[in-house]
């Protein structure tokens, strides 16, 4: 079946450190991938997606490139600020599905220190 | 915008008891989706609609839940005689009509039921 893995939390770094949040998946062709965000109290927002191999999805300074050799879509920012402390999902859609077969990672919470 | 509004935020009832949440979508979407989240888990999907027509269902989702979307805007997910393994955050996202791959959910804030 499909299913995403990510790296375990927290995270915690001091701000303008750099950032990498690991994710593989295993799915029968090519998925869309995405990675979600869900700040303290509220609700999952999509931050960034990739529909097709070697696309990078970029947002607020975050960016994932669609590495169908590795089966990864790692989450990278350049300079994390206390703002970006928050829970990130990895999730797929395989490629005959739709929004309703969304399967998510177990998530990973950042933590941004000054 | 408003978004997408969930009610209540949280919710504590007693085993056996029945409970039902409510999801009010943002207005110009069709489609409506509900998830559980249980700690440390990401999003499991539970059942989805296309404007008043319940079009799948999870295997999560056992005979004691039930979804309705009557007139295809708000959605109520009712969950009867509550068991403990039922304490999660159930979310409810919804999204335009759009293209089977890539198209973006946006979810409410959660309703954290918690069964005593």
């Known amino acids: 079946g499909n299913s995403v893995t990510q790296m375990e939390g927290p995270v915690t770094l001091s701000e303008e450190a750099f950032l990498t949040i690991n994710c593989t998946y295993t799915a029968t062709g090519y998925p869309s991938l995405f990675w979600y965000v869900q700040y303290p109290g509220e609700g999952l927002q999509l931050l960034l997606k990739?529909?097709?191999?070697?696309d990078k999805g970029s947002n607020k300074g975050f960016e994932a490139t669609y590495r169908k050799e590795t089966t990864s879509f790692h989450l990278e920012k350049g300079s994390v600020q206390v703002s970006d402390s928050a829970v990130y999902f990895c999730?797929?859609?395989?490629?005959?599905?739709?929004?309703?077969?969304?399967?998510f990672g177990t998530g990973t919470r950042l933590q941004v220190t000054l | 915008d408003t978004g997408v509004s969930q009610d209540p935020r949280h919710k504590i009832t007693k085993r056996g008891q029945n409970v039902t949440f409510r999801c009010d979508p943002i207005s110009e979407h069709n489609r409506l989706y509900w998830y559980r989240q249980t700690l440390g888990q990401g999003p499991e999907f539970l059942t989805y609609?296309?404007?008043?027509?319940?079009?799948?269902k999870s295997r999560l989702l056992s005979d004691r839940f039930s979804a309705e979307r009557p007139k295809g805007s708000f959605s109520t997910l009712e969950i009867q005689r509550t068991e403990q393994g039922d304490s999660a955050m159930y979310l409810c996202a919804s999204s335009p009509r759009g293209g089977p791959q890539g198209v973006e959910l946006f979810f409410g804030s959660g309703t954290q039921l918690s069964v005593l």
């Open positions: 990739a529909t097709k191999a070697d």
């Open positions: 609609f296309q404007n008043e027509a319940q079009l799948e």
């Open positions: 999730a797929l859609i395989p490629p005959t599905g739709t929004a309703s077969k969304l399967t």
